[in-house]
């Protein structure tokens, strides 16, 4: 297989955009739909497809964050209304929020840590398809990944729960890069 310098230096310059940073346009039903061809495109021990995913955009991105409000208004201790505003408003500044579920099957050869891991690289390949079709994205979790009647109201069922929130959209900044770990620190040749 040849080098791919494209991948490669899309690869070495990768950075997340916050979702405040995500603007119109969002993907089209199209390269939607590619987006989540590719994300499922991971390895899968077993071939239990131990995921699932949930597209929030539209109109829903307000109705979750009313739900979501709601929610938090009540959970929450000394939430405030501007943090009950906060909440209402999630999933308004992108246009489109992927949330990534992890499904594990029950199965006596693939343990649950190891579809965990396949749910985690479905959340990453997400990021990267919206780079591929010219998006940036950030995959966040935060609270409601967490809290169970917030996740369920999301889309979890009984057994799941969120890997984290792919949010997506045209970015509006450059983001500049953060410090990279030093490999000299995290890399180690046996012997
Ligand atoms: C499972 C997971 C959950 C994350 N949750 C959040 C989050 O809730 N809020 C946040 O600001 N960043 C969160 N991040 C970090 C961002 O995804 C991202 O890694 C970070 O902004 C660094 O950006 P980079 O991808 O450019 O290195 C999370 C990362 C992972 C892997």
Do not use: C
Request: net charge negative; aromatic share 6%.
């Amino acid at each position: 297989m040849p080098a791919n310098n494209a991948v490669r230096d899309y690869l070495l310059t990768r950075r997340s955009v916050g979702s405040a940073f995500l603007k119109d346009p969002g993907p089209n039903a199209a390269e939607l739909e590619q987006m989540l061809t590719i994300a499922t495109r991971v390895p899968d021990h077993g071939k239990l497809t131990p995921w699932r995913l949930v597209v929030i955009e539209g109109d829903a991105r307000r109705q979750a964050g009313d739900k979501l409000a709601d929610i938090a208004a009540r959970k929450i201790a000394n939430i405030d209304a501007a943090g009950i505003e906060v909440e209402r408003q999630r999933f308004l500044p992108a246009p489109l929020t992927i949330g990534v579920i992890s499904s594990p099957k029950e199965n006596p050869k693939v343990p649950e840590i190891e579809q965990l891991l396949s749910a985690g690289n479905v959340a990453f390949n997400l990021v990267h398809a919206a780079h591929a079709l010219g998006f940036a994205a950030s995959w966040v979790t935060r609270w409601y990944a967490f809290d169970p009647e917030a996740a369920a109201m999301l889309g979890t069922r009984e057994g799941e729960r969120f890997v984290g929130f792919v949010q997506i959209g045209t970015p509006s900044v450059v983001i500049e890069d953060r410090d990279r770990p030093d490999l000299a620190n995290i890399v180690s040749h046996w012997a």
